[in-house]
């Protein structure tokens, strides 16, 4: 087992030219206290004779020996940051690698392998080392308040790393980063980053995200954070539908605020300087059970928080009467449509009971009528045209007074002659797409409409029944109508 804590990652790249001779590892990774090797090699050519080989530390302070190798006077370690710490693997003119104990982050820098030849001259190659220090890193955001110069609104720091960590932004918020980079005694790196925007009441609470890479964490640092931005409160008043009229029942406003940090207090008034008796007010909501004269007014509500105020009215106007298509006349107009539906359900229940029992009558033995063969006289067109003149005539529907459902009965029976002729002239009219226009202007009250809408379901199921034909059409499958 290697003692060494060496975490080489490029080994031997030739550095510049075919005459460069000199391999080093280009890049030496190493924690701090581990032991690592600097690894140097000369290819031996024919004609060229090695003196000499030394490594240099090169820094922005100059140049600094560390190590020299000479054939006949052997090892020197001049007197350097890494005395007592670096000795030559096995010193030779054609492998000076040295080994360095006891990393520090100060180690870190470029080290160069030196060979003095003849005839030729110096050659040489470097290695860049780091000795990995884990950063520390934090990220933080800063309230601030909704304004219109930019301003510092996240924070996020990798301090001492070496090499320096890699701090990343990701939000939808428009700002910039910008990085501050410090050299540390030790050669490590620390670094803050800054974001900045002109902080708006949109941005608060939008992600901001920051991210840290550094090669000696296993994982990047992933910072989930929010902005925070401060603004007094914007006020809107909702709840009047401008259909307030006397008389009318639990009506109410509220005093929708947004506000960060959220409102303190809300306050309402009203234009006549005393608040009507039937309003009452809790919080943010105005409530009037019954709505009188005294509520036609005009109603302001002003939020307050810690940085400001702001204010909203509404005038609620009050009429006498309740307008045309208030709710009062909708939630009428509901209430038809609602008995007409259930209307409609009881009809295709009957109706569906009665096939049924029909069919048991009839036991296993052949259906009374035979199918005739589908004629399509009119084709799809004339399903639409059928269809839309049914969607056409409202007004049918409000015919309650016709029971459906007593139609449906006596056209159950077998009997032809109990089919109702406006039945068969309502399907006729149907039919023909050139009556049909007229078909608005003669509605047909004495029709019933339910049983002409059951016609047009067997039609759509390809069974074109003829007019003349009785309505207790056992042969079709109650299936089918479901
Ligand atoms: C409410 O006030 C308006 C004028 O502001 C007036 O025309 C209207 O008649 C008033 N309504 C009632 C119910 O008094």
């Given at each position: 087992m290697k003692p060494l804590g060496l975490l080489t990652v490029v080994f031997a790249v030739i550095q510049g030219?075919?005459?460069?001779r000199v391999k080093v590892d280009r890049e030496v990774q190493a924690n701090p206290g581990e032991t690592f090797q600097l690894r140097c090699k000369f290819e031996v050519v024919q004609g060229i004779s090695l003196t000499q080989v030394s490594w240099v530390r090169e820094s922005s302070a100059g140049r600094e020996n560390i190590a020299v190798f000479h054939p006949s006077l052997g090892s020197n370690y001049p007197d350097s940051f890494l005395k007592g710490r670096v000795s030559f693997v096995s010193p030779s003119l054609e492998n000076p690698s040295i080994s360095v104990s006891d990393a520090k982050t100060s180690d870190s820098g470029t080290y160069t392998c030196e060979y003095a030849t003849y005839p030729s001259g110096t050659d040489q190659a470097s290695s860049a080392v780091f000795i990995l220090a884990k950063p520390q890193n934090n990220a933080t955001t800063l309230p601030v308040l909704a304004g219109k110069d930019a301003v510092v609104v996240a924070r996020c720091e990798s301090a001492k790393g070496q090499p320096a960590g890699q701090v990343f932004w990701d939000t939808t918020a428009a700002g910039d980063q910008s990085n501050t980079t410090k050299l540390e005694n030790d050669k490590t790196v620390s670094v803050v980053s800054e974001f900045r925007l002109i902080p708006k009441a949109a941005d608060n609470g939008k992600d901001i995200t920051c991210i840290i890479k550094h090669?000696?964490?296993?994982t990047d640092d992933i910072y989930k954070m929010k902005l925070a931005v401060q603004y007094p409160p914007t006020v809107s008043i909702s709840g009047?539908?401008?259909?307030?009229?006397?008389?009318?029942?639990n009506v109410q406003l509220t005093c929708v605020a947004n506000a960060n940090p959220p409102p303190t207090s809300f306050e309402w008034t009203v234009a006549s300087g005393q608040m009507p008796k039937t309003a009452q007010i809790i919080g943010n909501k105005l409530s009037v059970p019954k709505v009188d004269e005294s509520i036609n007014t005009t109603f302001a509500c002003e939020a307050k928080n810690q940085l400001g105020s702001g204010q909203d009215r509404v005038t609620t106007l009050v009429t006498a009467e309740p307008p045309p298509g208030s709710s009062a006349t909708s939630s009428i107009i509901g209430a038809i449509i609602g008995i007409l539906i259930v209307a409609a359900l009881i009809a295709t229940g009957l109706l569906l009971y009665c096939r049924r029992r029909n069919r048991s009558e009839n036991g296993d033995g052949p259906p009374k009528y035979k199918p005739p063969?589908?004629?399509?006289?009119?084709g799809s067109t004339e399903m639409l045209n059928k269809s839309h003149g049914v969607e056409s005539q409202?007004?049918?529907?409000?015919?309650?007074?016709?029971e459906p459902v007593t139609n449906l009965d006596a056209d159950d029976?077998?009997?032809?002659?109990?089919?109702?002729n406006g039945n068969s002239g309502a399907r006729n009219g149907l039919e023909d797409p050139f009556h049909q226009s007229n078909s608005s202007s003669r509605i047909p009250v004495s029709q019933p409409n339910l049983p002409d809408r059951f016609n047009q379901q067997e039609d759509e199921a390809g069974h074109a029944v003829p007019s003349h034909i009785g309505r207790g059409d056992s042969f079709i499958s109650s299936a089918m109508l479901v």
């Open positions: 030219a075919a005459s460069q090669r000696a964490q296993k009047y539908d401008g259909q307030w009229y006397v008389g009318r029942s063969p589908p004629t399509r006289t009119g409202p007004l049918d529907y409000f015919d309650t007074s016709h029976d077998d009997d032809d002659e109990n089919v109702p």
